[in-house]
């Protein structure tokens, strides 16, 4: 380990084996790092956070504070990383709102220089959030998701795998997962195509998904009806039962 002498460990706190520890960073009680994260100076990494395996996590982040919550009352609760995740400059990730909650980023994600992730929020897994963007309660973010820079996401929003959420957008409802949405208030832009051809979504994938995108934005067919011709007239696939449930569940509506 590399633990600077001027960097405040609690006793209490698990630190694994090749950790480094900057100078002036404060690692609060019940907190554990995992094997070959570093950590850099006036860090807090506040009581119960728990942080996987060769993570980073640079100077002046805030991770496991207070939810700011009015009228919050105490209670037991964290924040979850995953590992080999990336924490920028000055990021805040606080901690779950209920009683052994927690706040939860996955394996593989960004978060880059001021992005704040906010109580009881679930991100997945190679998730990428760009600088200055704002995540409040309990939103969801699933995997591979890229949300763009000065975005503002409504609580409970759900952001739906390999989507992407172009820059100073305003998310009041679900973003479908595939999509490329954007504006103030967010309208579906488009199919994410670039991202899904980085990962591999063959040609006939993205046609389908692109076509029931259509209907699901068509005025004419309200969303039962959109999903029945859905299911009707695409080629049936993970890729579109997954959005077909993802619509049946979302609960805020959806940009279109």
Known sequence: MNISENATIDPS??????????????????????????????????????????????HGASLGGDPQIVGFEDVPSS???????????????????????ATRIGDHCMLMNYAHVAHDCEIGNHVIVVNSTGLSGHIVVEDYAFISG???IHQYARI????????????????????????????LVSLNSVGLRRRDFGPKVRTAIKSSFKILKNP??????????????????????YLINFVKNSKRGFSK
């Open 13 to 58: 706190a698990v630190v694994e084996d090749n950790v480094t520890v900057g100078p002036y960073t404060t690692v609060g009680p019940g907190v554990k790092i995992g094997e070959g994260t570093v950590v850099g100076p006036n860090v807090l990494i506040d009581k119960g956070t728990v942080i996987g395996k060769n993570c980073k996590i640079y």
């Open 79 to 101: 924040v979850h990383i995953g590992n080999n995740t990336t924490i920028r400059e000055f990021v805040t990730v606080q901690r779950s709102g209920k009683e052994n909650g």
């Open 150 to 152: 000065f975005v503002a």
């Open 160 to 187: 739906g795998a390999y989507s992407m959420i172009q820059g100073m957008s305003g998310i009041s409802q679900d973003v479908l997962p595939y999509a490329l949405v954007g504006g103030w208030p967010a309208k």
């Open 220 to 241: 004419e067919f309200n969303t039962s009806q959109a999903i029945e011709k859905i299911e009707r007239e695409i080629e049936m696939s993970d890729e579109i039962r």
